[in-house]
């Protein structure tokens, strides 16, 4: 027995078939996973909703994440505005972007991390019929609840912009998903024999449809914001880039317990330009 207590709770009571899929991948998955990243998951939370539901719990995570950001502190009316425009631009976006996202994993109002999947997405992004996207998808998430867990808010899951931080340089999403992706790579090669080529999935109309409604979207937003200045380096992919930088720390770091130091202390985590210099970072922390 590996005492990680899986909890999936279909919401929507029309997706137990899905419910018990999940159950039974993530009782295999997490004990392993376990030992992959160094994490403990003593629980895992993964709740089916409708996509309603999936909004509603979205823009309320936003909106504590401006709280937290302003608690104990002066607020200017200038901040309390832009956070109010933030929490309506999520409301808004959440309404164009369900169809596109298999899930999110983000705390609910007690700190604990949660995996929100609205089964209709599933269908939309084409991964409810393809076992092995679904299988890394849910692998890819469950890695978040251990580094939350670990991490007790010091680090992830990431802030949320609405105000100036001293470690803003600090690349949490990237560590954040990159982590993931290393952890999810391992345990795919050991569970299927080997690194697989990337499946084309199978979208569905609606999620082409939202797609380009939120691409045009992004179009007039930019047509209305003045130009940000031109970043210093490359764009960072959290994914592909994150992981070589989690491979490359782990093995100069030489002990996954020590590279867990990272979720502990922000003043740990990587800047965008030690992504592409672990080493540089190595020197930097001294673990």
């Not at 954040?176 to 569970?191: D, I, N, V």
């Amino acid at each position: 027995m590996s005492g990680i207590e899986v909890e999936v709770r279909d919401e929507t009571g029309r997706a137990r078939r899905l419910a018990r899929q999940i159950r039974q991948v993530l009782t295999e998955a997490a004990p392993r996973l376990e030992e992959i990243t160094g994490l403990a998951t003593p629980t895992v939370t993964f709740r089916l909703v409708t996509p309603r539901t999936w909004r509603r719990e979205v823009v309320a995570y936003v909106e504590r994440g401006v709280q937290q950001a302003f608690a104990g502190s002066e607020v200017y009316e200038r901040e309390r505005a832009e956070a109010a425009h933030k929490v309506e631009s999520w409301r808004r976006r959440t309404a164009l972007t369900w169809p596109l996202q298999e899930g999110m994993t983000l705390t609910d109002p007690d700190g604990r991390p949660q995996t929100l999947i609205a089964p209709r997405a599933l269908h939309h992004t084409g991964i409810r019929r393809d076992r092995l996207a679904l299988h890394r998808f849910l692998v890819h998430e469950c890695v978040h609840h251990g580094q939350v867990l670990a991490s007790q808010g010091a680090v992830v899951p990431p802030r949320l912009s609405v105000r100036r931080y001293a470690f803003d340089d600090r690349a949490v999403p990237v560590l954040f998903e990159g982590h993931a992706e290393w952890a999810e790579r391992h345990y795919t090669s050991e569970t299927f024999g080997g690194p697989s080529a990337e499946n084309v999935l199978r979208r569905s109309w609606r999620y082409r449809l939202h797609q380009r409604l939120c691409r045009e979207q992004n179009r007039r937003a930019q047509q209305h914001t003045p130009a940000p200045p031109e970043p210093s380096g490359t764009a960072l992919d959290p994914r592909d880039d994150g992981a070589r930088f989690v491979a490359a720390a782990v093995a100069g770091v030489g002990d996954i317990a020590r590279f867990n130091k990272v979720w502990h202390e922000l003043c740990l985590v990587p800047t965008d330009e030690e992504i592409h210099q672990p080493e540089a970072w190595l020197r930097r922390v001294g673990l």
